[in-house]
């Protein structure tokens, strides 16, 4: 009797540091029954996740009334998933304003918001925004602060083609500035101007333009954006403000009225 029970001891005690030492090491390694490394649990606020082929794809799915931003599924990798999960959106958050340097672009049928800014400004914190509730935007909307006030020249007479850090609207307006000497081309006589007002007549000075003539058609835009001025160096009142003069010309039949923004 008791031979036989301290034979019995050692092997259970075997088995149980076996069990325990194999437990441990599937927790450490973090892998699920199929032996691959296992991925985090996902969430989605609005929605459901369904697992498939034994844990390693997700499935999403938004609730009704909410649309799914993103991507639907996302397989598990080596530990990590393959894709962000996505986002539920909805309708009926209110409206943001328009913000200064910038504008908010509506995507999903205004459930999301993109903030772009303007060259030399950059978004405060991330540029999207989803309406993740009936009435509720998922944080407060970011705006466009300036990336940092570049050394640009203050006076500009558009002699090198750097344009002294003026650059021309690329996504919302409808044609571009061109840069040019002498006279407006032949093509369109009747035109303006004829020289440029840094050197005058007869002189190769440059000068912007535009072409208003066909194929314009009225109210095209072609819009340029300046640099980022910080307070000149002279000024001691921070809101002393700065002025800003031009010299303009404008001349042929079609040219319209002009609009500064
Ligand atoms: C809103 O959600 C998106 C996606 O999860 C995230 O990238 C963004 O940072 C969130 N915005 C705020 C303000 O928390
Ligand atoms: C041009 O813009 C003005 C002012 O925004 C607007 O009243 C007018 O209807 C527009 N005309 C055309 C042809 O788009």
């Given amino acids: ?3 036989r029970r301290n034979r019995i001891y050692p092997i259970l005690l075997l088995i149980i540091l076996i069990v325990a030492i194999s437990g441990a090491y599937s927790q450490q390694s973090g892998r699920n029954k199929n032996g691959r490394e296992a991925c985090s649990r996902v969430v989605l606020k609005n929605g459901k996740t369904k697992l498939r082929s034994g844990g390693r ?3 999403f799915n938004c609730n009704r009334e909410y649309v799914l931003v993103g991507e639907s599924t996302s397989t598990c990798l080596l530990g990590e998933w393959t894709s962000e999960p996505p986002v539920c959106a ?3 958050c209110p409206s943001i304003p328009p913000p200064p340097s910038g504008r908010f672009i509506a995507s999903n049928g205004g459930a999301v918001m993109r903030l772009e800014c303007n060259p030399g400004y950059r978004p405060s914190h991330s540029p999207m925004i989803y309406c993740v509730d009936r009435f509720d935007w998922n944080g407060t909307a970011p705006i466009c602060q300036a990336s940092g006030v570049q050394q640009s020249a203050t006076r500009c007479d558009f002699e090198s083609d750097d ?16 840069w040019q000497n002498y006279g407006t081309p032949s093509l369109h006589l009747g035109t303006g101007p004829s020289f440029d007002h840094t050197l005058g007549q007869g ?3 440059h000068y912007l333009f535009i072409e208003s003539s066909s194929p314009r058609i009225l109210n095209d835009t072609a819009r340029l954006f300046s640099p980022v001025y910080g307070a000149p160096e002279s000024s001691t009142i921070a809101d002393e403000g700065v002025c800003f ?17």
């Fill in 1 to 3: 009797m008791v031979a």
């Fill in 57 to 59: 794809v997700v499935k």
């Fill in 90 to 92: 909805t309708k009926g």
């Fill in 163 to 178: 344009l002294c850090g003026w650059v021309q609207d690329t996504r919302t307006d409808e044609f571009d500035w061109t």
């Fill in 203 to 205: 002189k190769a000075g």
């Fill in 245 to 261: 003069t031009f010299w303009f010309h404008m001349y042929g039949s079609t040219t319209g009225p002009a609009a500064i923004e």
